[in-house]
T-cell receptor, first 109, second 117 residues
Framework: GQNIDQPTEMTATEGAIVQINCTYQTSGFNGLFWYQQHAGEAPTFLSYNVLDGLEEKGRFSSFLSRSKGYSYLLLKELQMKDSASYLCAPMDSNYQLIWGAGTKLIIKP | EAQVTQNPRYLITVTGKKLTVTCSQNMNHEYMSWYRQDPGLGLRQIYYSMNVEVTDKGDVPEGYKVSRKEKRNFPLILESPSPNQTSLYFC????????????????FGPGTRLTVL
């Protein structure tokens, strides 16, 4: 079957760095998306990886290893507004997104 | 402004009373989808549409209907709502599917919080 595994919750300090891991098993693979979702709001697109390696976009970076079925989202210089859930979503062979339950990130001052 | 809109944003209704949640996008996207989100669970897909007049079941289609008569609109219909359909619903659209690129990014509407008593 298809499965996504992310930590349920993480806590970090303002100004620090945090890495959110995601392991996945899908039927085929056509890239992996990361979304940010603030409580009660819609998910918003953060990053997309289809090739192995690191994609950097400002304070956020995303890494992919297809052979390991593994991705991570790296957030630097954490700000209070980064408190949100982070959703890992690989795309399967039918080009459907498989959604994990998300990681709730709590930022403390 | 490019966006996905949903209406209503909040709805409290009673068991068995038919309702429709509208979804509209102004980005000329081919792909549209409906999700529900419940505490502790990931987004679960209800139905999706690859293009006009083409709809397919997602993971949790029971109790829901959809239609895609126009490219921009994708309403979600609950013919006889039940309390287990109380949830937060999101509509999403995407420029195209089967590309395997960042153009498969899905853009989400603001959500509809539905309570069925």
């Amino acid at each position: 079957g298809q499965n996504i595994d992310q930590p349920t919750e993480m806590t970090a300090t303002e100004g620090a760095i945090v890495q959110i891991n995601c392991t996945y098993q899908t039927s085929g693979f056509n890239g992996l998306f990361w979304y940010q979702q603030h409580a009660g709001e819609a998910p918003t697109f953060l990053s997309y990886n289809v090739l192995d390696g690191l994609e950097e976009k400002g304070r956020f970076s995303s890494f992919l290893s297809r052979s390991k079925g593994y991705s991570y989202l790296l957030l630097k210089e954490l700000q209070m507004k980064d408190s949100a859930s982070y959703l890992c979503a690989p795309m399967d062979s039918n080009y459907q997104l498989i959604w994990g339950a998300g990681t709730k990130l709590i930022i403390k001052p | 402004e490019a966006q996905v809109t949903q209406n209503p944003r909040y709805l409290i209704t009673v068991t068995g009373k038919k309702l429709t949640v509208t979804c509209s996008q102004n980005m000329n996207h081919e792909y549209m989808s409906w999700y529900r989100q419940d505490p502790g669970l990931g987004l679960r897909q209800i139905y999706y549409s690859m293009n006009v007049e083409v709809t397919d079941k997602g993971d949790v289609p029971e109790g829901y209907k959809v239609s895609r008569k126009e490219k921009r609109n994708f309403p979600l219909i609950l013919e006889s709502p039940s309390p287990n359909q109380t949830s937060l619903y999101f509509c999403a659209s995407s420029p195209r599917l089967a590309g395997g690129s960042s153009t498969d990014t899905q853009y989400f509407g603001p959500g509809t919080r539905l309570t069925v008593l």
